[in-house]
């Protein structure tokens, strides 16, 4: 297992495009999850998974940001109409949902740049 | 509502020095878990060290050991014998521990470089 995957590494947008990001959990784990961070700040929670149910949002996903699990493996971010203030890097984490409390195992995020 | 906050911005220290990074929360919780993760530049979110509130032992990890203070609400991280590759941001993070889902409010961070 190669942990969790994230794509792609980097996003140049420009201001009022729509992007999507991919993560790639760890193929057991039944919870995925989107944090943000921002410079010089700790990541923040912006939602979770459990299998392909969204079951818990941030307020600070607004509704330009929409986030899926088909099937409950993969998982999408989609930001629409994007704002400089998006600009963070977004990370993915998956674990199982009995041993959350262990910890998550992240992937090495996106970083995303609105011009 | 959790908070964490971490007070050094940045710090530095000699290699195989010792060096300790503080970090405070706040919560009306009385049971939860405390995190120390690391952040290279490769960006991945590396977990150190977890303190199960519970526990009054400190926990150790090789190098890495934490010193809990629960009614101080302190979770400090203590790196022995520092190498180059500790040199990372670290984040101290706080997990609840009352309801099915367990979410992390993370400090701001600690940024640590190792000198040869």
């Known amino acids: 297992d190669t942990g969790v995957s994230q794509d792609p590494r980097h996003k140049i947008t420009k201001r009022g495009q729509n992007v999507t990001f991919r993560c790639d959990p760890i193929?057991?784990?039944?919870?995925l999850y989107w944090y943000r961070q921002t410079l010089g700040q700790g990541p923040e929670f912006l939602t979770y998974f459990q299998n392909e149910a969204q079951l818990e949002k941030s307020r600070l996903l607004s509704d330009r940001f929409s986030a899926e699990r088909p099937k409950g493996s993969f998982s999408t971010l989609e930001i629409q109409r994007t704002e400089q203030g998006d600009s963070a890097m977004y990370l993915c984490a998956s674990s199982l949902a009995d041993r959350s409390f262990y910890g998550y195992t992240f992937g090495s995020g996106t970083r995303l740049t609105v011009v | 509502a959790q908070t964490v906050t971490q007070s050094q911005p940045e710090m530095s220290v000699q290699e195989a020095e010792t060096v300790t990074l503080s970090c405070t929360y706040d919560t009306s919780e009385s049971n939860y878990y405390l995190f120390w993760y690391k952040q290279p530049p490769s960006r991945q979110m590396i977990l150190v060290i977890r303190q199960e509130a519970y526990k009054q032992q400190n926990a150790t990890e090789n190098r890495f050991s934490v010193n809990f203070q629960k009614a101080a609400k302190s979770f400090s991280l203590k790196i022995s014998d520092s190498q180059l590759g500790d040199t990372a941001m670290y984040f101290c993070?706080?997990?609840?521990?009352?309801?099915?889902?367990?979410?992390?409010?993370f400090g701001s961070g600690t940024k640590l470089n190792v000198k040869p």
């Open positions: 193929s057991e784990h039944n919870r």
């Open positions: 993070a706080f997990m609840t521990a009352q309801y099915n889902f367990n979410k992390f409010y």
